[in-house]
């Protein structure tokens, strides 16, 4: 998706930028339609950075990046549909996304990285 389909989509449905819509849907997951998404990471000084957000329970360990040679870290991910809340971990200090579609605050007032998935 372009960004700017992203931006479109995110101004025609802004009330959905600050709601967790990470949780799978009820019913058969089997009809779940999942997105591959690259995450990248410009640190080349860092020991260690991950990927954390709502689709993860923001846990540290769950979703570690690996380093490229041109000091990126990346990772692919397959998300559902709808706007997801995200940060990285760069050792251990939360960091935005200077690529990120927006920033929105989440359930804890944090300005945190959002992207939209259709």
Known sequence: MTSEKAELNFAMNPGNANSNTAAPPRGNSQNRVLHLVDFICHAPQAKRV???GDFNGWQPDSHPMTR???GGWVIR???PHGHHQYQFLV???PTLD???MGKVHNERNE???LIAIS
Do not use: R
Request: proline share 11%; glycine share 6%.
């Open 77 to 79: 991910l397959e998300l």
């Open 98 to 100: 200077p690529n990120a």
């Open 68 to 70: 490229m040679p041109d």
């Open 111 to 113: 300005t945190v990285s």
């Open 50 to 52: 991950s990927l954390i």
């Open 91 to 93: 050792d251990g200090k």
